[in-house]
């Protein structure tokens, strides 16, 4: 009988060790990796010439504390079968808190105008109200400093019904005229998506509206140009996470 109780007990100290010591070393080493397209769309402007495809995604591969984190983003103008936008970036991401990320990597811009290389830093995490926010700090070859603050929060209307609205502002502290961008306040984008989770959260089409706007020096070089300064898209496309 004595034996019996040693065993058990040895068993249960085993187990107990096990729950509270090891599982968080496990889980500190598990290689965790996804992609993801937030955005995958068509976006129909009210002028035809307007139209475009869209996308908005990224992968990453790493733990709870590391990863390397890639983004593609990218706006295609049916008409003039050209990107408007066409960016990339290739950051590392450190866990500083238990909701937001620290980050630092390059990016690469391949729009209408010269390329661009730029340095990044910058944080990613959840605000309060559960508000998933990006906020960018970038240095290009030329020396000129620029930022983006990235916004969205998803409301479940329903257990598989979202409304995801969404807002973007580019700032400039230097121009580019070869890419037509100056000082200041460059552009700012606001959108709102309806989605439903078709297959859990992996595909969920959504239909939306997209706004977006450029200002001061930034505007005036688009007009220049015969370019639109505001556009108003609808929006059909898929979210999708793997």
Do not use: C
């Not at 100290?13 to 509270?20: D, E, I, P």
């Not at 936008?85 to 010269?114: C, M, N, W």
């Not at 983006?148 to 019904?161: F, Q």
């Not at 595909?203 to 300064?229: I, M, N, W």
């Amino acid at each position: 009988m004595a034996r019996k109780i040693r065993m058990a007990s040895a068993a249960f100290l085993v187990a107990l060790a096990l729950q509270l010591a090891p599982a968080s070393a496990q889980e500190k080493d598990f290689i965790f990796y996804g992609l993801t397209f937030e955005q995958f769309e068509y976006r129909a402007g009210a002028d035809a010439s307007n139209d475009a495809l869209a996308w908005d995604g990224d992968a990453f591969i790493g733990n709870d504390e590391w990863k390397l984190r890639f983004t593609s983003e990218a706006e295609f103008d049916l008409k003039a079968e050209v990107f408007e936008v066409l960016e990339h970036q290739l950051v590392v991401q450190r866990l500083a808190t238990d909701f937001f990320d620290v980050k630092a990597g390059i990016r690469y811009d391949a729009s209408i105008g010269p390329n661009r290389w730029f340095a990044v830093i910058g944080a990613h995490g959840l605000a309060q109200q559960w508000f998933e926010l990006d906020a960018d700090l970038f240095l290009n070859e030329r020396g000129n400093f620029s930022a983006r603050l990235d916004a969205d929060y998803e409301l479940l209307l329903t257990n598989r019904l979202i409304l995801t609205p969404s807002a973007e502002i580019d700032l400039s502290f230097g121009s580019d005229p070869a890419i037509g961008v100056d000082d200041g306040l460059v552009s700012a984008e606001i959108g709102a998506r309806l989605s439903y989770d078709l297959i859990d959260r992996a595909v969920s089409p959504y239909l939306g509206v997209h706004y977006e706007r450029k200002f001061g020096g930034t505007a005036d070089s688009a007009r220049d140009e015969g370019e639109a300064v505001d556009v108003l898209y609808v929006v059909a496309g898929l979210k999708m996470i793997f």
